[in-house]
T-cell receptor, first 114, second 114 residues
Framework: GENVEQHPSTLSVQEGDSAVIKCTYS??????FPWYKQELGKRPQLIID?????GEKKDQRIAVTLNKTAKHFSLHITETQPEDSAVYFC?????????????FGQGTTLQVKP | DADVTQTPRNRITKTGKRIMLECSQT?????MYWYRQDPGLGLRLIYY???????NKGEISDGYSVSRQAQAKFSLSLESAIPNQTALYFC?????????????FGPGTRLTVL
């Protein structure tokens, strides 16, 4: 079945530095890749997503890149701030079509040190 | 997102007890999902429903059942709870046919099975 691997599991950066989280997926039919941020004790919330017909998408300090050939996608956060500290999850849609079924990565705990 | 609510927020129960977790939404979304979150494992799909008469198993449905009582309500039951079902449970919703595949999560239910 579909599998999503996420690395690293923990990431510590200094405020102002960049952070990169990487995910690989196994189902070549996957066509939707969201990233969720979960602050401590809170629910996951979508921060950015990308579809398979696009290679890169940016929203202010965050960006996502997708390499369909290699089946991996990455989250880039620039100019990190302490409020970026959270657990980040990548996900891939299961198969093609519009089922809405997502397979999540294991999560990355990002710590931004002031 | 206050439009998706879960009850109870916390529950401690004993092995063998029947437990029901409830999810309600006022977003008017037709699709609803149940996930469990375990440290280091990310979010895993238990069941999902496309409408009141359409229920589907996810990755880890064994030991769980669901009921879609109305478009706005989706309940998860543990018929005979066991300790390894101790986890954080999230409900999520999504509108089919939308231009975005965003899933909106409830606040979560922390379940402890002793």
């Amino acid at each position: 079945g579909e599998n999503v691997e996420q690395h690293p599991s923990t990431l510590s950066v200094q405020e102002g530095d960049s952070a990169v989280i990487k995910c690989t997926y196994s189902d070549s039919a996957s066509n939707y890749f969201p990233w969720y941020k979960q602050e401590l004790g809170k629910r996951p919330q979508l921060i950015i997503d990308i579809r398979s017909n696009v290679g890169e998408k940016k929203d202010q300090r965050i960006a996502v890149t997708l390499n369909k050939t290699a089946k991996h996608f990455s989250l880039h956060i620039t100019e990190t701030q302490p409020e970026d500290s959270a657990v980040y999850f990548c996900a891939a849609s299961l198969g093609s079509g519009n089922t809405g079924k997502l397979i999540f990565g294991q999560g990355t705990t990002l710590q931004v040190k002031p | 997102d206050a439009d998706v609510t879960q009850t109870p927020r916390n529950r401690i129960t004993k092995t063998g007890k029947r437990i029901m977790l409830e999810c309600s939404q006022t977003k008017g979304h037709d699709r609803m999902y149940w996930y469990r979150q375990d440290p280091g494992l990310g979010l895993r799909l238990i069941y999902y429903s496309f409408d009141v008469k359409d229920i589907n198993k996810g990755e880890i449905s064994d030991g769980y059942s669901v009921s879609r009582q109305a478009q706005a309500k989706f309940s998860l039951s543990l018929e005979s709870a066991i300790p390894n079902q101790t986890a954080l449970y999230f409900c999520a919703t999504r509108r089919s046919g939308a231009s975005t595949d965003t899933q909106y999560f409830g606040p979560g239910t922390r379940l402890t099975v002793l």
